[in-house]
Structures are given as structure tokens and as C-alpha cells.
């Protein structure tokens, strides 16, 4: 009688292990943070509690936004903005309303960045985040309701807290990136003005 409740005891505890291991694995995956952080106006602010998943629908997975295909280098003409020399272009990503942020990656370090776009840009910016150091520039007007994002040089470090950097997503050399620089143009329509 004793090993029989043993037994029922242990094929109740694996069809438990066997429940939980499925819950998990139907749990919605976190979304993916955009690249750099960006101003919120009260119209956009997020709500501070978000609401519970539904368990009963199925959540397809979140994808992460993949660089375009044939997106060629962007030079400096095209931006607006000057590149640091050694910098290599990583990707863009759709910023809102007829603008991009266009990410390029570099192994010189946060502050020899900060320096040299503080002295080309003629622009002493603002330190935004302590840890992970984020740095911003912005040159020109910001107009709310044409833009998404300040136009400028965002810089950030990614080798905060003993990171080994940003990973380079073509798994080419160099395999991360310490700094990453952040360049987002002012929308066509209001460079033509």
C-alpha cells in the first residue's frame, strides 16, 4: 500500500514538472527595446502598469526588426551629420513620421566619442544617463508634431557594468562594439524649408 502511494505521489509530481514546463513555454515573450531611448511627450506617455497577458490567446512571438536587405552605408551628405571615421554603419530602423535612426558602431571609447562630436558638431550636449553613459546631441528644431525623435548624435556606452559591448550583428570582425553612435536626420520636409 505504502509504495503504491509512493508511486501515485511521484507520477503527480511529473505530471506537474510536465504542466509548468508547458505554462512556460506559452508565455509571451518580453518585447524588444528600441535601440536608444527617446523623449516621451504627455500625448505618447506609456501607462505605468501594463496589463496582465491573456493566457487563452496565443501570442505569436515578437520580432525583432531586422535591418533592410540591401540598405546601403549612409554618408555623411545623406544624414546631415558628420561620421566618426573608424565607425562602421550596423543598421536603421524606422524612427516615425519620414524619419530613420541610423546606427554605427566603433571600439573608441564613450568619451573619446563625446569629445569628438562636442568639438565637430561645436555642441557641448547633454549627459542623459549616468549608467549606461548615453550622451545627446541635438542640432536643429524639434517640432512635435513632425517628428519622432530630436534630430542629432545620440552616443552611448555599451561597455557599462562589464559588458563586452554591442554584438555585431553581421558576425563580422569586430564581434562587438564598445560605443554606439546614434544618428537621426531632420525629416526631408523640414530640411527643404
Request: aromatic share 10%; proline share 13%.
Amino acid at each position: 500500500m505504502r509504495s503504491r502511494r509512493l508511486f501515485t505521489g511521484c507520477v503527480v509530481a511529473v505530471l506537474a514538472g510536465s504542466a509548468l514546463t508547458a505554462t512556460a513555454a506559452t508565455q509571451p515573450q518580453q518585447p524588444v527595446p528600441r535601440p536608444f531611448p527617446r523623449p516621451a511627450s504627455p500625448s505618447q506617455a506609456a501607462p505605468d502598469i501594463e496589463p496582465a497577458p491573456d493566457p487563452a490567446r496565443a501570442v505569436a512571438p515578437v520580432q525583432t526588426p531586422s535591418p533592410l536587405a540591401t540598405e546601403s552605408v549612409p554618408s555623411e551628405a545623406t544624414l546631415g551629420f558628420p561620421i566618426y571615421p573608424n565607425a562602421q554603419f550596423i543598421t536603421s530602423y524606422e524612427a516615425g513620421p519620414g524619419q530613420r535612426y541610423y546606427l554605427f558602431g566603433t571600439n573608441s571609447s564613450f568619451e573619446e566619442m563625446v569629445r569628438y562630436y562636442a568639438v565637430i558638431l561645436d555642441n557641448g550636449g547633454n549627459l542623459v544617463f549616468d549608467g549606461p553613459a548615453t550622451h545627446m546631441f541635438e542640432i536643429g528644431r524639434f517640432r512635435e508634431e513632425e517628428m519622432a525623435f530630436p534630430p542629432g548624435v545620440t552616443v552611448k556606452d555599451y561597455t557599462w557594468n562589464g559588458s563586452e559591448g554591442y554584438l555585431n550583428p553581421a558576425r563580422g570582425e569586430p564581434s562587438s562594439f564598445r560605443t554606439i553612435i546614434q544618428i537621426v536626420p531632420a525629416p526631408a520636409e523640414q530640411v527643404r524649408r
